[in-house]
């Protein structure tokens, strides 16, 4: 019979448990422990060995034949994953053709820049140098047919540093008689925008005080001629630059992302959404272009 070790309450100290002292009777054998303790390293031993099994032996080379094919088996162990993985992502990058997708709005800003088909050729409106004219809609320039009313202007856009000009279109919204007025400030622009909920238009409302729009406005009433490059009150917005991060589609490898001018048409959208294009760009992104709609009353 095997022996079993009991302690009696004088041989053991006391445990306090909730302000009473409840003694610890101890009556389980050694023998079990230690078999219990046996079963438990013999079954650690019985899985690692299931695991080693499994793991190939490690070879030595003792010739420099061996290590060049060790050194070469490395390589491509590491360099196939990697060009899966790369190919895996120039595949997804590349799904929509040539275009620029922008990081943080997720629309195009550019993809109907570069493509016309054969049959759309002769219907694509273009400016006095025959260059292709476009329709801002939001962050996205529409290629468009060019109506009778409608008035082409030049805005630089572009990647930051390197903007080139590109024609819009835009036609007249008022019911009065109007012209188009182009603006270029820099930011801040020190102007307080307005919106129109019943029309769902943005208008310039007033200037902050000592603001470079304010100058203008007040040089403005001193020379008249420069009444057409200055902000006035009462301006609808029609359209503004803005900066987009972008980055090009279609190569084997994915260009970092840049930042890239691009024109918001604000014709009836949010006036949330015209303020969140108006906070993209930086002041290190270079002055902001505005298309203004002015009566000829205010001229």
């Not at 190919?87 to 053709?97: K, M, P």
């Not at 493509?115 to 025959?130: F, I, N, P, T, Y």
């Amino acid at each position: 019979m095997k022996p079993v070790i009991s302690f009696s309450r004088a041989q053991i100290a006391p445990r306090v448990l909730g302000g009473h002292r409840n003694p610890l009777r101890i009556t389980q054998s050694p023998c079990i422990l230690r078999k219990q303790s046996r079963c438990a390293s013999e079954k650690t031993a019985c899985h690692v060995s299931s695991f080693l099994a499994f793991v190939p032996p490690v070879s030595t080379c003792f010739d420099q034949e061996c290590q060049a094919s060790k050194d070469t088996f490395f390589i491509l162990s590491i360099a196939i994953p990697l060009l899966v993985f790369g190919s895996l992502t120039a595949y997804l990058i590349g799904r929509r053709r040539d275009g620029i997708v922008s990081l943080d709005s997720n629309e195009y800003t550019g993809t109907s820049q570069y493509e016309v088909d054969a049959d759309e050729e002769s219907l694509v409106a273009r400016d006095a140098k025959g260059e292709i004219a476009y329709r801002a809609v939001r962050y996205t320039p529409w290629l468009t047919e060019q109506g009778p009313d409608d008035e082409c202007i030049r805005i630089n856009v572009g990647p930051v540093g390197r903007t080139l000009p590109k024609s819009y279109l835009f036609d007249k919204i008022l019911r009065e008689p109007s012209q188009l007025v182009t603006v270029t400030l820099p930011k801040p622009l020190g102007i307080i925008f307005e919106e129109d909920p019943r029309l769902k238009r943005v208008f310039v409302a007033e200037f902050i005080p000592d603001s470079e729009a304010e100058s203008q406005s007040k040089r403005a009433l001193l020379d008249p001629s420069i009444s057409n490059k200055v902000p006035a009150v009462g301006d609808v917005l029609r359209a503004l630059t803005t900066t987009v991060v972008t980055y090009k589609e279609g190569a084997l490898i994915a260009q970092g992302p840049e930042r890239e001018i691009v024109v918001f048409g604000a014709d009836r959208q949010k006036f949330s959404d015209v303020a969140a294009a108006m906070k993209r760009s930086y002041v290190s992104d270079g002055p902001v272009t505005l298309v203004l709609e002015r009566p000829l009353q205010q001229v």
